[in-house]
């Protein structure tokens, strides 16, 4: 009961706030992201489908964004080409829904598979359509309303508060004794963290990978010596969180992160990263687990000829997977089959057909797939594009040194698109949803630093938000 009494005094304040600040309760609304999908929070309110308290508290912080743009003297001032790729982004997200509306029995017989409710167009309309576009309105946001230092810092800061409350839930959910069993980790994770938390332990993981790097890029902007080591210590909690997911593609994807970024910036750690990983391998049996299942026998190191390489469970039976999903975008490569794509072009029932139980899944467990098997080479190209395209925009600010500002915002941007890019090889979808709010709005913030860059080079034209 006190938490819906705290949920309710956090959504009435922050939805007057939003009339007077709009942008501070924009900031909330990014925070209470790590709390939004948890079991015990309330799905709607006076009985409207879809009114929950997050949508309410979006909803209402659009108002007052819309009411303060003008007195604020907010400017678009996106570049063209993105804005393009944006536009292309949202379409190809729109055509490949309306074509899955098309192939309505295959849907159902997805729905049906899993036990869920009989679908209906409203249904698909609101989980497949509508909540992918909501998620990245927090990331425009930002963009537009980012118009001072302080309100970067505040940007910044509500990035990296969610990820942090995210893995304090993480550790108040998995007791530590969990690190010495990789087997018995993975099992409790699968089943309390998706119960608890909202957030599929695979998702949960790529965020604290990106988030312990963005807290350790975050220590540039402290001024003291007191914040620049609580910073430090969020970053390390993360990586403490991260282990107890069991989630091996968090483990990669922290692993490449380190390596990316120390050799964008931090050049030194490139002699300490074995050690450091070795060392988190033997003090963490879990780990050392996890990441060499299907490599080892029992807990030695053994030769490739001994162990034979237990690719299936390597990459857990998405060797399985991946050869069908490829044939299948063979098939039509250029435009694909529509979103759920895996599921309408027959890929999921061969699958099932071939491997029965071990093919349960409703798409190719790889985010590049799922995007070239639903939109084909045409629909693809466009949203790749736009994220190289981030990624430049992120390094050119990682290794500028003019101001802290940039590289501190690059390096958080880079963490958490690098990171979901990377562990969009095994997992992730290119669909915005819950699990990649973040990611946008660090992009939201990125981007308007990086304009706002290229403008001050430009003395011709005005800077609408000087960051």
């Not at 804005?83 to 190809?92: D, M, T």
């Not at 237990?310 to 999903?325: F, G």
Request: net charge positive; with cysteine; aromatic share 12%.
């Amino acid at each position: 009961m006190n938490r819906f009494v705290l949920l309710t005094l956090a959504v009435t304040f922050l939805s007057f706030y939003a009339f007077r600040d709009w942008y501070r309760s924009l900031c909330g609304v990014i925070v209470m992201m790590a709390f939004v999908e948890r079991s015990d929070m309330p799905r709607q309110m006076f009985g409207v489908t879809g009114m929950n308290a997050w949508n309410l508290l979006i909803a209402v912080t659009l108002i007052g964004w819309f009411f303060s743009r003008h007195k604020e003297k907010l400017v678009w001032d996106m570049p063209k080409h993105i804005n393009i790729l944006l536009f292309l982004y949202i379409l190809v997200i729109t055509i490949g829904f309306t074509r899955m509306i098309g192939n309505m029995d295959s849907v159902a017989e997805l729905y049906a598979t899993n036990n869920s409710a009989v679908v209906t167009f409203k249904t698909l309309f609101l989980n497949e359509y509508l909540n992918t576009i909501k998620y990245v309105i927090p990331g425009l946001l930002l963009f537009h309303g980012c118009n001072s230092r302080s309100r970067l810092m505040w940007g910044i800061g509500a990035c990296l508060l969610a990820t942090l409350f995210l893995g304090l839930q993480i550790i108040s959910r998995m007791p530590l004794e969990g690190l010495s069993d990789g087997a018995a980790l993975s099992d409790r994770a699968l089943r309390v963290l998706n119960r608890s938390i909202g957030y599929h332990r695979v998702d949960l993981a790529v965020m604290m990978a990106s988030g312990s790097w963005a807290f350790f890029a975050a220590r540039e902007l402290a001024s003291k010596q007191i914040w620049r080591w609580a910073l430090l210590s969020a970053g390390l909690l993360l990586i403490l969180s991260l282990a107890l997911t069991g989630g091996r593609t968090g483990y990669v994807t922290w692993v490449a992160l380190a390596m990316l970024l120390s050799f964008l910036k931090w050049k030194k750690l490139l002699l300490v990263l074995p050690i450091l990983i070795a060392t988190i391998l033997l003090i963490v049996p879990a780990a050392r687990e996890r990441m060499l299942q299907g490599i080892v026998k029992s807990d030695e190191f053994v030769s490739y000829e001994q162990a034979g390489l237990d690719l299936e469970m390597i990459t857990s039976d998405r060797i399985l997977i991946w050869p069908v999903a490829v044939n299948k975008i063979g098939e039509a490569p250029f435009l694909g089959y529509g979103r759920k794509g895996f599921v309408i072009s027959g890929a999921l029932r061969e699958v099932k057909e071939l491997h029965g139980n071990r093919g349960r899944v409703a798409h190719p467990h790889n985010a590049y797939l799922e995007l070239l098997i639903d939109n084909g080479l045409i629909g693809s190209v466009p949203i790749l594009i736009f994220f190289f395209i981030v990624a430049r925009r992120s390094w050119r600010l990682l290794r500028n040194k003019e101001s802290p500002n940039h590289f501190v915002i690059g390096g958080i941007a880079m963490a958490f698109v690098a990171g979901q890019l990377i562990a969009s090889m095994g997992a992730q979808s290119f669909y915005p949803g819950s699990g990649v709010v973040l990611m946008w709005c660090t992009i939201g913030l990125m981007l308007r630093v990086s304009v706002n860059w290229d403008l001050a080079r430009n003395p011709g034209r005005p800077i609408s938000a000087p960051c």
